[in-house]
């Protein structure tokens, strides 16, 4: 069991940034996989960066070069550094994990993940 509790959204002009965190009261095993989601209005949800317990992260072509997914072990936080916003960045940021060995091309994919945060807003203004 798991919970997950995201914070640091809010609202910023385009070029801005945002550091999001999620909190997990968890257990970590060997295996977990941590990652960060967002859903704009009328899309479906979408993977944005995963890290995973052998250190290799997973970013979603449309972030590169602009987020970073970092984590803090000891804290049981996950992070996400969102810089060079864009309007298009808009929506709602969720925490994910699971708590099983995923191989990197499906870190990204919604349905790997078995727990959920209930996610924080992030809106870019132009």
């Known amino acids: 069991q798991a919970r997950l509790a995201e914070s640091g959204g809010g609202s910023v002009q385009a070029g801005g940034s945002l550091r999001l965190s999620c909190r997990a009261s968890?257990?970590?095993?060997?295996?977990?996989?941590l990652g960060w989601f967002r859903q704009s209005p009328g899309k479906e949800r979408e993977g944005v960066a995963a890290?995973?317990?052998?250190?290799?992260?997973s970013y979603a072509d449309s972030v590169k070069g602009r987020f970073t997914i970092s984590q803090d072990i000891a804290k049981k936080t996950l992070y996400l550094q969102m810089n060079s916003l864009k309007p298009e960045d808009t929506a709602l940021y969720y925490c994910?994990?699971?708590?099983?060995?995923?191989?990197?091309?499906?870190?990204?994919?919604?349905?790997?993940?078995?727990?959920w945060g209930q996610g924080t807003q992030v809106t870019v203004s132009s």
């Open positions: 994910a994990a699971t708590f099983r060995y995923i191989p990197g091309p499906s870190r990204l994919s919604e349905a790997v993940h078995d727990y």
């Open positions: 890290f995973g317990s052998d250190g290799l992260t």
């Open positions: 968890a257990t970590f095993f060997a295996n977990y996989v």
